[in-house]
């Protein structure tokens, strides 16, 4: 990626009519560059439609990525579960690679009271059979992420999303700020913990990781057992200036998406004030 990009959490608010192609060129009109599928229940864009969709990003210069489902547990204990979720997730890579997408991701699975170091080893297991078979059909530059998770329950805390990327070609992590804040009670908030995230990032996965960012962030609600509900930024404790500020310092490239409820608000206010650094 040769710059960092705002986008929308789905169809911008503004869009008229409320369908995912207008939503692409509604998303350029308002001087963003980004838009994320959001597949969290369904594939909700049609093979027909992925060319058209294809053509308008790339004439447009709006990268795709893609919320993967939530129906997704690599860690399930029934193997129908397992199997289900290796489905779910080919079948929406593939089809953001029929968009021109970029980057994908989901929350990859859960503890269920297991041996976290056990677990890692079974979501990898997961995450390489996924890989494996898009890359039997060709998929082969379509970044796969796991993203980090807003429940101390859920795997994908930034250690494992890092280390699943250093063991499955084609994985880099999906730093989700909100689910860092959440999941640590109110952690991950300061200028020092957001520099700290990058500088991990880079000493363990590379340049290349920093210049391939696919960000999620939102103001969020919280407790002892983590995340509760997203809120908008200036509604919330996210210190989302000084999140912004890293990013300038690391100089950092990829796709930021605010997915917060107000949908194309906050990632204009993201954008502007990242701009005016």
Same mark, same amino acid.
Request: aromatic share 8%.
């Given at each position: 990626m040769?710059t960092? *990009?705002? @986008?929308?959490?789905?169809i911008?608010?503004?869009?008229?009519? *409320?369908?995912?192609?207008?939503?692409v060129?509604?998303?350029?009109?308002l001087?963003?560059?980004?838009?994320?599928?959001?597949f969290?229940?369904?594939?909700?864009?049609?093979?027909?439609?992925?060319?058209?969709?294809?053509?308008?990003?790339?004439?447009?210069?709006?990268?795709?990525?893609?919320?993967?489902?939530?129906?997704?547990?690599?860690?399930? &204990?029934?193997?129908?579960?397992?199997?289900?979720?290796?489905s779910?997730?080919v079948?929406?890579?593939?089809?953001?690679?029929?968009? @021109?997408? +970029?980057?994908?991701? +989901?929350?990859?699975?859960?503890?269920?009271?297991r041996?976290?170091?056990?677990?890692?080893?079974?979501?990898?297991?997961?995450?390489?059979?996924?890989?494996?078979?898009?890359?039997?059909?060709? &998929?082969?530059?379509?970044? &796969?992420?796991?993203?980090?998770?807003?429940?101390?329950?859920?795997?994908?805390?930034?250690?494992?999303?890092?280390?699943?990327?250093?063991?499955?070609?084609?994985?880099?992590?999906?730093?989700?700020?909100?689910h860092?804040?959440?999941r640590?009670?109110? @952690?991950?908030?300061?200028?020092?913990?957001?520099?700290?995230?990058?500088?991990?990032?880079?000493?363990?996965? @590379?340049?290349?990781?920093?210049?391939?960012?696919?960000?999620?962030?939102?103001?969020?609600?919280?407790?002892?057992k983590?995340?509760?509900?997203?809120?908008?930024?200036?509604?919330?404790?996210?210190? +989302?200036?000084?999140?912004?500020?890293? +990013?300038?310092e690391?100089? &950092?490239?990829?796709?930021?998406?605010?997915?917060?409820?107000?949908?194309?608000?906050?990632?204009l206010?993201?954008?502007?004030?990242?701009?005016?650094?």
């Open positions: 040769n960092l *990009r705002f @986008g929308t959490p789905g911008p608010t503004s869009t008229e009519p *409320r369908n995912t192609l207008e939503g060129k509604q998303v350029k009109k001087g963003l560059d980004a838009m994320e599928f959001e969290v229940h369904s594939v909700n864009v049609s093979e027909e439609k992925a060319p058209e969709i294809k053509k308008v990003a790339k004439d447009l210069d709006v990268v795709l990525t893609t919320h993967g489902q939530y129906y997704v547990n690599l860690a399930a &204990i029934e193997k129908p579960k397992y199997h289900a979720s290796v779910r997730m079948s929406a890579a593939k089809r953001l690679h029929e968009c @021109g997408g +970029w980057s994908i991701t +989901w929350h990859m699975g859960f503890y269920l009271k041996d976290p170091v056990k677990v890692h080893e079974i979501v990898k297991a997961g995450a390489k059979e996924v890989v494996k078979k898009l890359q039997d059909e060709g &998929i082969n530059k379509l970044w &796969i992420r796991p993203e980090t998770t807003g429940k101390p329950t859920q795997w994908g805390d930034l250690k494992e999303t890092i280390k699943l990327s250093q063991e499955v070609e084609q994985v880099l992590p999906c730093i989700d700020y909100g860092l804040h959440a640590n009670n109110g @952690g991950n908030n300061t200028l020092e913990e957001f520099r700290a995230v990058l500088a991990l990032i880079e000493k363990e996965l @590379g340049r290349e990781a920093l210049n391939n960012m696919h960000i999620q962030c939102c103001g969020i609600n919280y407790g002892p983590g995340e509760k509900n997203h809120l908008n930024f200036k509604e919330s404790d996210a210190n +989302w200036k000084d999140m912004v500020k890293s +990013w300038k690391f100089k &950092i490239k990829g796709v930021v998406i605010p997915e917060c409820p107000n949908i194309e608000e906050d990632a206010m993201l954008q502007k004030f990242y701009k005016g650094l």
